[in-house]
């Protein structure tokens, strides 16, 4: 008779890298309605859902040039505040994913670390992680105007510095192209949700290891393979 071995397995990864809109908070939705309002306030040609979508994930302003090209490069500060004055109506309204917290805990209960890498603005962040649910679940996070957007890698490759955590060793989740390609770009495994701004077809094109439907099936999959 074959016996296992007793105690937890070995852990696959030491640090995992979470995007924020759309993985943890359910507010692809909100994001790409405000990108719409804040161009619709400027007068320019008011992208679509798919395009507005598309862009979340990168800094704010990468993100509205891109779903604003007809937007004189000039009229961009304005956009911003655009933009910020609509989240701020909504911010209230965006809440984590159900089955996020008990995923987070779980890990930090297997001694790995966990971090957040986002295009939100460090304040955005910085908002967000005031909420009483989430103080202390973190071990670090990197946000875009601090570091580099989407798809650069800087924001990985700062954590991995913080931790000496070498790139084999640290997994990003993300709901966007943006988020595996940062990865790819940083030598770190990922895994792409397909609940987010971004198909799965999108996701599973860029070859992460694997796409989930669910924030369930994300935790089974963690649990299984992380």
């Known amino acids: 008779m074959r016996h296992r071995a007793d105690g937890p397995r070995a852990r696959s990864y030491d ?83 159900d089955g996020v917290l008990p995923l987070l805990a779980e890990l930090k209960s297997r001694q790995i670390r966990i971090a957040v890498a986002t295009g939100k603005s460090r304040k955005g962040l910085d908002w967000a992680l005031r909420a009483v649910e989430l103080r202390g679940v973190f071990d670090a996070s990197r946000t875009a105007d601090e570091t580099a957007g989407k798809p650069d890698p800087r924001m990985l490759r700062e954590l991995m510095g913080e931790f000496a955590v070498d790139a084999s060793r640290v997994l990003m989740v993300g709901d966007t192209t943006h988020d595996l390609q940062m990865a790819i770009n940083a030598g770190c495994a990922c895994v792409g949700v397909g609940y987010g701004a971004h198909p799965a077809a999108a996701l599973a094109a860029l070859a992460p290891r694997c796409v989930v439907l669910s924030v369930a099936e994300l935790r089974i999959w963690l649990q299984a393979e992380a």
């Not at 598309?54 to 000039?74: Q, S, T, Y």
């Open 15 to 97: 640090l995992i890298a979470f995007d924020w809109d759309g993985t943890l908070f359910d507010s692809t939705a909100i994001i790409a309605r405000c990108i719409q309002d804040a161009v619709r306030d400027v007068g320019g040609a008011v992208p679509s859902d798919e395009a507005a979508s598309h862009v979340i994930g990168l800094g704010l302003m990468d993100a509205l040039a891109h779903a604003a090209p007809d937007v004189p490069r000039e009229q961009y500060p304005e956009l911003g505040v655009r933009y910020r004055h609509h989240y701020a109506l909504h911010q209230d309204d965006i809440i984590l994913f």
